[in-house]
């Protein structure tokens, strides 16, 4: 502390290891989450991912972040934890399974703009990170469930650029089809199975290690 602070009598309020206290707050906030009724479970892991991330401990703060979602899709809260998702790309960005995560619930939430751009950063992230044949099989999975020919048409193309020709050709014959035999034509069990597959894609994302 300087000469000035102490003579105006400032005590700081971050030290080395983070903001002062900040652990017993953290303490305090799982503690929250742990006993708070379903649909509000998700908040204190978010605000104990924002006080981890004040402390700059990016890696716990991921873990809360990666916690809230769960909470929040669970608690069907999709927006909520579409937010939180994109907190974690700002810390880690291109994380290849948050951006899958995201794009499951763009698809949930027929924010099909966003979808297409989640697809594509989700695409050059997997192909970059050395995970083709798990985006390809992804791809797929998302395809195989959605009737809209622009995201058919972009999740062909991305197949493409993953080296998938045969699976590429399959899915922009199920775009010139209107859909895949399995897609979901009834609004709200495709919004439910996309956000099934959101929370599958976010534990995959917390057993096997972030980012992937």
């Known amino acids: 502390m300087s000469r000035i602070s102490q003579w105006m009598g400032f005590k700081p309020y971050f030290s080395k290891k983070g903001p ?5 707050k953290l303490a305090k906030l799982e503690s ?4 708070a009724p379903l649909g509000f479970r998700g908040q204190p892991l978010n605000q ?3 006080l981890c991330l004040k402390a700059d401990d990016h890696a716990r703060a991921l873990q809360y972040y990666g916690r809230a979602i769960n909470a929040l899709l669970q608690d069907e809260h999709p927006e909520a934890a579409r937010g939180v998702a994109t907190k974690i790309l700002r810390i880690h ?3 290849i399974r948050t951006l899958y995560t995201l794009t499951w619930l ?8 966003s979808a297409l751009t989640h697809l594509r950063e989700y695409t050059e992230a997997a192909e970059r990170g050395g995970q083709k044949s798990r985006a390809a099989e992804a791809i797929v999975e998302m ?7 622009e995201f058919l048409n972009a999740a062909g193309d991305a197949l493409g650029r993953l080296g998938f020709y045969d699976l590429a050709d399959r899915v922009h014959a ?10 979901i034509h009834d609004v709200a069990e495709f919004r439910t199975q996309c956000i099934r597959e959101a929370i599958g894609s976010n534990d995959q994302r917390k057993t096997k290690g972030f980012p992937a």
Do not use: F, Y
């Not at 395809?143 to 020919?149: D, F, N, S, T, W």
């Open 143 to 149: 395809a195989k469930l959605v009737e809209e020919r």
């Open 93 to 95: 960005p291109g994380a």
């Open 20 to 24: 002062k206290g900040w652990e017993t």
């Open 48 to 50: 104990a991912g924002d």
């Open 32 to 35: 929250e989450a742990t006993n």
């Open 106 to 113: 763009d698809l949930a939430a027929h924010h099909m703009a």
């Open 174 to 183: 199920w775009a010139d089809a209107g859909g895949s035999p399995d897609a």
